[in-house]
């Protein structure tokens, strides 16, 4: 059994026990502050040039002239790259991800102010507890401490999952196709959009692809790892770039490591990169973060 299947099985064990009901947690979604809108937040990088940006208070940029279509570049070239910064406490295949330190004094919401000033477009939260080390309680203190949209970074294999993503204050949900069946990826995409989530859509392959624009799907991230062997193939994303038609907005996902790295990446046309762990064992995940920054 791989650690991806070990890892969908526990979620769908849980799934199978909880037994709340579905339309009170779809009010108490609806009911909801409105998104941050993590789609727009990287598109405004990506398909903007600097001229029609405005810095906010807290550091991030956002476009204030959506009309001034002559700052718009077309959707074939990226200006630049957005990063989306990733909290995450430990991995099943390394363990705990601070070296010397143990995966309980990261501080999510300090760790989140610190990807904030260094220039994150979006954070992605990890709230898997029993393989990543994570809790909704991370990713709440990392919403609040930063004026930044968040992907709820977790293995949503239940209808309950894509409403408490929202309930817990999440922008974005991941939706990994390898996890769930075409069923499910259809049905629970339709809920997320409904509740007011952005969905990135998680893919390895060609034929995962398809499914995902099958459905609908805007936000596609491309994993570089193997999630059945956790292996790294830093081809993949651009072998992959080429495949995604012009509408989705294409997230490049682990492996990511330098400048060069995230340079190839929007080269070949990806409009964020995805990066956890080189930021989170950092001494210095703010200048990290500003080196990962790259221009085309």
Do not use: W
């Not at 959506?66 to 363990?95: D, F, L, Y």
């Amino acid at each position: 059994m791989t650690y991806l299947d070990k890892i969908v099985a526990s979620h769908r064990e849980a799934a199978r026990k909880d037994t709340r009901e579905l339309e009170p947690l779809l009010r108490k979604a609806l009911s909801c502050a409105k998104s941050r809108g993590f789609s727009r937040r990287i598109a405004e990088i990506a398909f903007y040039s600097p001229g029609g940006n405005a810095s906010s208070s807290g550091g991030s940029t956002v476009h204030t002239n959506r009309n001034a279509e002559h700052t718009k570049k077309s959707e074939s070239t990226v200006s630049e790259s957005a990063v989306i910064a990733e909290i995450k406490r430990r991995t099943p295949s390394k363990g705990d991800l601070r070296m010397g330190h143990t995966a309980g004094e990261i501080d999510a919401g300090e760790l989140a102010r610190q990807y904030e000033q260094g220039g994150a477009a979006c954070l992605s939260v990890l709230t898997d507890s029993a393989h990543f080390g994570g809790s909704v309680a991370d990713l709440e203190q990392a919403k609040a401490s930063t004026g930044l949209p968040v992907l709820r970074k977790d293995f949503t294999v239940d209808r309950r999952d894509v409403l408490d993503a929202k309930i817990m204050g999440a922008d974005c949900v991941l939706l990994i196709v390898a996890a769930v069946s075409n069923a499910e990826l259809s049905s629970f995409h339709e809920l997320a959009v409904s509740v007011g989530l952005d969905v990135l859509v998680e893919v390895h392959d060609e034929e995962e692809l398809e499914k995902a624009l099958s459905i609908g799907a805007t936000l596609i991230g491309v994993n570089q790892r193997d999630l059945a062997t956790f292996e790294v193939d830093t081809d993949r994303a651009v072998r992959m770039a080429s495949l995604m038609p012009t509408g989705v907005i294409r997230v490049a996902e682990s492996g990511i490591r330098s400048p060069e790295d995230t340079l190839r990446l929007t080269e070949a046309g990806y409009h964020a990169v995805l990066v956890g762990e080189m930021l989170v064992k950092s001494d210095d995940p703010v200048a990290e973060l500003q080196s990962l920054r790259a221009t085309g």
